[in-house]
């Protein structure tokens, strides 16, 4: 498990999909736009689609400070988001054009629950491993 800031500066991050999910094992942070691959990310960690904004669904729940983004995940015992339905999450996803990074889960550890939604654009001076 990464102990350092999510997004290493110095290692490569692979970008994945849920076909390539298995790929590139020696990478430990990998990022992805697919919604497959999200949301199994999410049922392993019971993690439910969430916001803290405003939205046609709902009041704002939470002041978040991520350029509007608004969206997250609320885990077991830790809900402090509105949930949202995944369509929303996903429409909010695609609007902002974001990418989700993601730790690996290591094997026979605890999966780690660290996930930055992040724009897209922020990666191009990045490392990226491509299938």
Known sequence: M???PLLPEDKPIALLDAASEDKHREIAVVATQDHELIRRWAERRH???AT????ASGPGTVTLRDGDAGIRFNFPGVGRFRPIQWDEWFQNFAQHNLIFIFEREAQGATPSHRYRLVPMESLRHADVVRE
Not at 52 to 55: D, L
């Open 2 to 4: 990464t102990t350092g």
């Open 52 to 55: 803290g904004e405003a939205t």
């Open 47 to 49: 993690a439910e689609p």
